[in-house]
């Protein structure tokens, strides 16, 4: 099948509205208002707020976890209320917890099953997605025994195994130690060679802005900020220069270059994350 | 063809994955206990006459498999789903191409398979323990007769004859199949409040509740819709009850079994009939309350 321009994009959400209605006589609560997005194929597309601002109930309207009040969502055209358009989809969910009496093995096997793998396949696979992410030693104990950032891992592994064309991550690296989560942003880097489309969330930043193509800013239920990643951040009349092994008599020449011939030096040092800034900034505006 | 719209090889792994959690939660234990009953009701009363041992052996395994099977029914079905949702393994399994109504029917499966190899095996043992009281009561029987001098060819056909009919015969069974279909009902109704139910207590709470009412329907009938009462209030009150809880007395034929009474052909066909309309009705109400339900 030809890969064309006019076919659906990857994920839509559409005028999403998720209004949880708790017990008699308390206050229905808003969690997500009037939210609309679009994930192209092949796109890493981060999603970040502040807790509570309504990204994990995003991710699971978009997977028919829960239905929308208002609005629609799909899944490469098809809508999240049918159970095909989950056929191509991996998910990760926060704080992901399977079958405690199952082993590592196992669980996967299970999983694989349900997206209809079977014999010496769907073995193969699960042995490599243990390996992939490093739970060969695990294989064999019992998922009650895991650790955080191994029920993590294995959350990933169960996401992945059957290949699907949409990976959806939600808060990938929590828990998880520096070299994995290091990992699991190479991996996310390999999906992204493959064509393989990813929406991410997670509060570690610096990575977000490593791996994703587009960022939507979420804040009280709504995106307060969406687009290329490289247009959000950037600053129009500012530019940046990344030297590597400058001598402090070098920067210095520069600047006085600079300052003659009419430009402001702002300020050198270490690159820093921007992102983290912008995040500050449009999260902050005060409540509605 | 689709796959996705209805997968048998799903369905079974998920209540493949249901029995294996059933079984490693180490309820079959349940089964230790039942042989023991069983072995202790079989020959801990050699002074009874013949007659009343075979009965008591009777009377006390039925009691032991009845309560098996309905505290089974109950717990597990109760345990299952508020625990995938408490723990969250609702979203791995649904955010795979599953529909909810396979996820409901492998969970029932699940607990229905396990019920089913519960009994068939307490079945056994209470077969062969039966059969071997059976055995040594006509022995003995016949040593009486004997010692009396009154063991005519026509005694012992009718002590024969007699024993024959309070031992082991294909009624047993029956007996075992009534138990199996009351704890089917059972589950369903258990899966159905589960899927509206907050917690795992609150399940097991009301399905044991309405499983009492459940077995004292007709009791309740007569005693509360008797005399001088109104017609349609008589008629409204029946039909509440009936909606709100399964007729559990089709499922009593334990007491003709435990006398020796021959079930009819047609009391087992109008049980498993029962049987099977409850079940129809509560998974297809479990599956209208899950399909709504937000995770
Ligand atoms: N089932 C529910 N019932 C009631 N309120 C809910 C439910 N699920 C989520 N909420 C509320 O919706 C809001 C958004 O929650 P959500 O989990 O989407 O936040 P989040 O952006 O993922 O936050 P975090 O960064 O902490 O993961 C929260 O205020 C939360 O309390
Ligand atoms: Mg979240």
Redesign the interface.
């Known amino acids: 099948m030809p890969d064309s321009t006019s076919s659906p994009p990857a994920v839509t959400v559409e005028n999403l509205t998720k209004v949880f209605k708790s017990g008699l006589g308390k206050q229905a609560f808003v969690a997500v208002r009037d939210l609309s997005l679009t994930v192209q194929k092949g796109e890493v597309y981060g999603l970040i707020g502040p807790n509570g601002s309504g990204k994990s109930t995003t991710m699971k309207a978009i997977l028919g976890l829960l239905s929308p009040t208002v609005g629609k969502t799909t899944i490469f055209g098809k809508s999240s209320t049918e159970v095909e358009s989950r056929r191509d989809v991996g998910f990760l969910p926060e704080n992901p917890y399977f079958y405690k009496h199952l082993s590592g093995l196992e669980t996967l096997l299970f999983y694989g099953r349900l997206c209809s793998m079977s014999g010496r396949d769907l073995q193969d696979k699960a042995r490599e997605m243990l390996a992939l992410t490093g739970l060969e030693d695990a294989a064999n104990r019992r998922v009650a025994g895991f650790s955080k950032g191994m029920l993590q891992r294995l959350g990933l592994a169960q996401a992945l195994l059957h290949e699907p064309r949409l990976i959806i991550l939600d808060e990938p690296t929590a828990g998880v130690d520096p070299a994995g989560s290091r990992k699991i942003r190479d991996l996310i880097m390999g999906f992204k060679e493959r064509g393989i489309t990813v929406l991410v969330t997670s509060h570690l930043l610096e990575q977000i802005q490593e791996v994703c193509d587009r960022v939507g800013i979420m804040a009280h239920g709504r995106m307060v900020r969406e687009g290329k990643l490289d247009d959000l951040i950037a600053v129009e009349n500012e530019t940046e220069l990344i030297l590597a092994d400058a001598s402090p008599d070098l920067l210095a020449e520069i600047r006085t270059l600079a300052e003659s011939k009419g430009a402001k030096w702002i300020r050198s040092g270490h690159s820093r994350t921007t992102l983290e800034r912008l995040f500050l900034e449009s999260t902050e505006e005060p409540k509605s | 063809m689709?796959?996705?719209s209805f997968?048998p090889?799903?369905i079974w792994?998920?209540a493949a994955?249901t029995v294996?959690?059933l079984v490693?939660?180490k309820i079959m234990a349940f089964l230790v206990v039942f042989c023991v009953i069983v072995v202790a009701a079989g020959f801990a009363f050699p002074v009874m006459n013949p007659e009343q041992q075979l009965k008591l052996l009777k009377d006390v395994s039925f009691g032991a498999l009845q309560i098996f099977s309905v505290v089974i029914a109950i717990v597990s079905t109760a345990l299952l789903l508020p625990r995938d949702l408490e723990?969250?393994?609702?979203?791995?399994?649904?955010?795979?191409?599953?529909?909810r109504y396979e996820y409901l029917l492998g969970k029932l499966i699940g607990v229905l398979l396990l019920i089913g190899a519960g009994l068939v095996l307490m079945d056994i043992a209470f077969s062969a323990v039966l059969w071997l009281r059976q055995s040594l009561v006509l022995v003995q029987s016949v040593a009486a007769l004997k010692q009396e001098g009154v063991a005519t060819p026509e005694a012992i056909a009718q002590l024969n004859e007699f024993v024959g009919k309070q031992g082991l015969t294909w009624n047993i069974h029956l007996g075992v199949l009534a138990i199996f279909l009351k704890a089917s009902v059972i589950a369903a109704l258990s899966l159905m409040i589960s899927c509206f139910a907050s917690s795992t207590l609150f399940t097991v709470v009301i399905s044991l509740l309405v499983t009492i009412i459940g077995h004292g329907q007709g009791l309740i009938r007569e005693y509360f819709f008797s005399e001088g009462m109104n017609q349609i209030i008589k008629k409204l009150g029946s039909a509440m009850l009936a909606i709100l809880t399964p007729d559990l007395g089709v499922f009593d034929v334990l007491d003709n079994v435990i006398n020796g009474e021959i079930v009819s052909a047609f009391s087992a066909g109008v049980m498993i009939g029962t049987a099977a309309l409850y079940v129809t009705g509560y998974v297809l109400v479990s599956h209208l309350l899950f399909v709504?339900k937000?995770?």
């Open positions: 689709n796959s996705n997968s090889a799903r792994t998920l994955a294996t959690q490693r939660m723990d969250r393994t609702l979203y791995t399994i649904l955010s795979k191409p599953v529909p709504e937000e995770l």
